[in-house]
């Protein structure tokens, strides 16, 4: 489904929403706000997908608060789109059906840290940079770092995960449980505090990931980890991608723990160099970075500048140093600004595709050569642990030929994905942009989705028109 | 839901057996079984919870034979309850309402071995031992490892974990993706082969821990990792189970990534002493064993002792040989065994419950105590880092009296692991020895994995009975 199609597709709005909007403001009086500015902030505004605002925005601020909008909300037949930070990329806080935006950021205490059991409890409205700092004393973090300061509501909605990835795993493995209110209202809590269970059906997994559209997460339930004693980062830089892809296959096979292992390519370099200042080499580059005892540490990096330079990589120019080891990774997170400082006035699509590791440099290259002979700019970045990169497309809008290139591209590169035997999305979520890739990667299991979705929101009220049109 | 509830709810074989009988003996002759011996020995055998056999047993051989069975069974609505090897606890292979036991342990290739991304596909019936025997060439290994040589599917199915799990995770954790036969008799693969994804509802993790009541899983994508350049083992003694834990907690909190750490009480090591021949000192201890490069282990395995020493443990009695380490971790893996001779002529029933390790200390404690008072013998060994423990309940199945005193403590066991907000099964699994326990832990998320059921299998034929009653 193209953006032609997303565009053409989009339904009239339901019928029962006025009464819904009315009867939401008798409950919850000026946090529902239907102004034109605050309606479109709260809905996509980071993609070039066309921004779709709902009729109302609610702000809740308590659990009861969603089980009672979700109770009008049902009895009408609205959409609800739940809302944490708008930091998603794929037009999942859209209202393509109209409805409401179910603003979640209000909910943002930390309900508990269990320290001994490396977990805590969050409302969805905590984000990532707000629960390190609240943990800041204890000695723990929460590894998961998409980069955007998001929700961790929204983090679990959409499965997300990041540079830390390769070590800590992604929001499916870092959730223990999930409280959410079901599209009929009730409230469940899909598993105790245990860290592992073998009681019934996965509805954690099954919340992960789910978008928003099979409940509306209340509180998390996550795991954390301990700061680790040492921390040492680096940078190394290869004559070629295929290259760094293979020192990155050979650190993993090796078990060597490395904590982050991101690919920059040319241009990603000389981007970040310009806009951070830096004189880096530019030349495909892997960012690193190691956990463990100084020792451990030690160790790990001699190991990867072994491998490095097996590959005609290196040197690994390393720091354990905090402020150096900053500005490393705000050079690496700032990647999306970077980019789009090469193109003044452009705007920027992140796509998002994951494969086997051994396909990954295949992947790449034959990405860089579509760039190429499509006259397209794109540098690439990548978590390439995860066999995970982005192209971050640097786009004229007002030029429809060039978005047109675009489209075609992104639809090739999920292809290829695919035929890779890889996903359209490995951390970024279907949303709407990802929808006409879905089943081709997975055929009838899409059905089977759809069939579960069907099966607990019978109504369509929870976020409809994102994964999947049913 | 008690043994006597199990027993009396036992409802009528479905009418439509005979014919799906008939039909798969068409299509598949001598690979159908009737004979009594054969049907028994499919059903239910390693607890206390009666033999339930199926009408027939039928051997598949392909994907297709599968989609086969499913047809002939789902036209004549017949039950249709999937077999590995049979080493599930709770009753996960008995027939309570008729039906076939569909054996797969004939499909049993490897297919792949992808050395460069870490993973490989096998087919169900391949046992985790033959697996590990397939790569030992490769420098890779399989960690998930229950005890029991059990078949990888049935190990999806309930998603078993075991003694290497504080380290890699549990099934939920290594299955990539599977490939099932749907009820429908459609086959659906859950996902590809990238490591992580953001495509849609994860399909995979509903289907790990469905046991079979979801779909029948004819293909395993599985991660695998590089064997350790050096494995440690040792073993080191505690005053209380109480220093054991805290110490286990404390090698946790401070990021020791120990790779087993298992506790035994003192009646386990007693027992493990008297069965294997060692003399090991009865008090309660910890298995532990550690990963890595050799510079790396030994520094964990000082740092394992020191946080011992600190709660009043040990020595640390280590050995890198692998003769030694093999003595050691069978005598953990013969506890079964050496639990059922303290005690000639008795059958063990292994109970299995899963707290936050906060609450491990208290969990096992009162768990102690209620033994002694009603008079239960029952070691307790434990995947301790996770929280995770076992009583081997010890019983003479003559003694109307004993089985009564052995449910209410079980019951009182589940409800204890609840109430500290934990789980009834770690990684056994619900069956049909923990149905009634499943409510009272998960509430009416219970409901919404019957209203999945329900959407996925509308007949009922895949493996009724288990998990809840619909």
């Known amino acids: 489904m193209a953006l032609r199609d997303i565009l053409a597709e989009t339904p009239a709005r339901r019928p029962g929403i006025p009464a819904a909007v009315a009867g939401l403001k008798d409950a919850f009086g000026e946090r529902v706000v239907t102004g034109e500015d605050v309606r479109r902030a709260h809905a996509h505004t980071t993609t070039y997908i066309p921004n779709q605002a709902p009729d109302a925005v609610v702000f809740a601020e308590s659990e009861a608060e969603v089980q009672r909008i979700v109770g009008i909300c049902g009895e009408t037949g609205t959409p609800i789109v739940p809302f944490g930070v708008g ?8 209202a393509p059906q109209g409805g409401i935006s179910l603003d979640l950021s209000r909910m943002d205490r930390v309900l508990a840290v269990n320290a001994e059991d ?15 700092a609240h943990l800041r004393d204890t000695g723990l973090f929460f590894p998961i770092d998409p980069g955007a300061n998001a929700s961790l509501g929204g983090m679990a909605a959409t499965r997300a995960s990041g540079t830390n990835a390769v070590r800590y795993g992604t929001m499916r493995d870092n959730v223990v449980s999930l ?24 509805m954690t997994r099954l919340l992960v990931g789910s978008e928003g559209t099979l409940g509306i997460i209340t509180k998390l339930n996550l795991r954390l980890y301990g700061i680790p004693e040492a921390v040492l980062s680096g940078v190394c830089p290869f004559a070629r991608v295929r290259d760094a892809v293979n020192t990155v296959i050979q650190t993993v096979q090796t078990g060597i723990p490395v904590a982050r292992i991101e690919l920059l390519d040319a241009q990603s370099m000389q981007a970040a160099n310009a806009y951070a200042g ?29 491998l490095a330079a097996e590959n005609a990589g290196g040197p ?21 600004w970077a980019s789009i400082a090469l193109r003044p006035g452009c705007r920027a699509i992140a796509t998002d595709v994951c494969v086997p590791v051994s396909r990954l440099a295949d992947c790449i290259g034959e990405t860089q050569a579509d760039l190429d002979e499509n006259g397209l700019i794109g540098p690439i970045i990548g978590h390439v642990g995860d066999g995970n990169f982005h192209v971050t497309l640097l786009l004229d809008m007002e030029d429809a030929r060039e978005i047109d290139a675009a489209e075609g591209f992104m639809a090739r590169l999920a292809r290829r994905a695919v035929e890779m035997d890889g996903t ?6 279907v949303g709407q942009g990802k929808r006409g890739y879905l089943e081709a990667e997975l055929g009838d299991t899409v059905d089977f989705m759809r069939t579960i979705k069907r099966a607990l929101d019978p109504k369509g009220i929870l976020n409809p028109g994102k994964i999947f049109v049913l």
């Open 424 to 429: 359209c999305t490995g951390e970024h979520g």
């Open 118 to 132: 490396l977990d805590c409890v969050v409302e969805p409205g905590v984000t990532r940079e707000s629960l390190n």
């Open 87 to 94: 930091s998603s990329l794929e037009g999942h806080i859209n």
């Open 179 to 202: 409280t959410a209110v079901m599209a009929d209202g009730r409230i469940i809590r899909t598993a105790r505090r245990a860290k592992k269970t073998s009681a019934g059906y996965d």
């Open 278 to 306: 830096l004189d880096m080499k530019p030349q495909p580059s892997l960012f690193v970075e190691f956990h463990g005892s100084p020792s451990s540490v030690a160790e790990q990096a001699e190991m990867f500048g072994m």
């Open 316 to 336: 690994l120019e390393t720091s354990s140093r905090p402020e150096e080891r900053s500005r490393l990774w705000k050079a690496r997170h700032d990647m999306y």
